[in-house]
């Protein structure tokens, strides 16, 4: 095979580790901050929770002093059946006392409700702590093995760069020039695989697709010289 295409298409296999890698290089940090966003969420939650609890206890609170309020009302019409004169009066202050127990029966009730909804909190809270504990550590597991991972790319991707920097020597400045500019051009494909196609003997280039004319088929099989596809330009190997 012609020297200078094979150092094009071992150009080619390291150009296409490297942006695979740099793509990955550019996706893991994203994938750290969902993470730390997936925990400060749960730490929302447990903080939501929280707040909500403490609103329950604050309104709870408040009602127990109207229901003081309500038992000192009701202590004081109680002590007026003993001062009123007529039976007018009588009934009137009996009425009263019959408002303020529904009164009184009535805040109870909320208290009541208050206080179950205090405990189901309870248990939410404890529950969402703990989800949240386990999120903390399978956060920071996954983090640390993504940072890992970040690290070693770095690592491998700076030795394919160097790679391939000695290698891109072996090329001629104007071919390098030639091959840098289909690389960028043609979604980091610049030297394409010509493929066989079965049924007629022909072949298409892998680039793209298109099939090539049984004379340039013919050239690029013989690979005496760097040939590039007539349809997308890419550099053409075959593969015997
Ligand atoms: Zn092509």
């Known amino acids: 095979m012609d020297q200078q295409l094979q150092v094009l298409i071992d150009l080619q296999a390291l150009d296409t580790k490297i942006a695979a890698l ?4 550019a996706r893991l940090p994203g994938q750290i901050e969902a993470v730390q966003a ?11 929770l929280k707040g909500r609890l403490d609103q329950n206890k604050k309104d709870t609170r408040a009602k127990e002093k109207d229901l003081e309020v309500c038992q000192v009302k ?6 007026r059946l003993y001062e009123v004169k007529t039976n007018k ?6 009425a009263e006392i019959e408002e303020i127990k529904q009164e009184k029966a009535k805040m109870e009730e909320e208290i009541l409700a208050l206080m179950e909804i205090q405990e189901q909190l309870a248990v939410e809270i404890r529950d969402a702590e703990v989800s ?6 399978q956060g920071q597991q996954e983090e640390a093995q993504t940072r890992a991972r970040l690290a070693a790319v770095e690592v491998e991707v700076t030795g394919l760069r160097g790679e391939r920097q000695s290698l891109s020597r072996e090329l001629p400045k104007d071919l390098l020039a030639d091959y840098e500019k289909l690389l960028k051009n043609r ?7 010509v493929l066989p196609v079965d049924v007629d003997g022909g072949g298409i280039c892998a680039g793209c ?3 090539l004319t049984p004379q340039r088929l013919q050239e690029v099989k013989q690979q005496s010289a760097l040939l590039n596809c007539e349809s997308c330009g890419r550099f053409l190997y075959w593969l015997p």
Request: aromatic share 2%; glycine share 6%; proline share 0%.
């Open 132 to 137: 949240l504990k386990t999120r903390e550590a």
């Open 209 to 211: 697709r298109m099939t």
């Open 74 to 79: 009701r202590q004081k019409s109680e002590a």
């Open 89 to 94: 009066e009588y009934s009137a202050v009996l």
């Open 22 to 25: 740099e793509a990955e290089l």
């Open 187 to 193: 979604g980091g494909l610049a030297v394409a695989q």
């Open 38 to 48: 997936a925990v400060a969420q749960a730490r929302d939650g447990v903080q939501t």
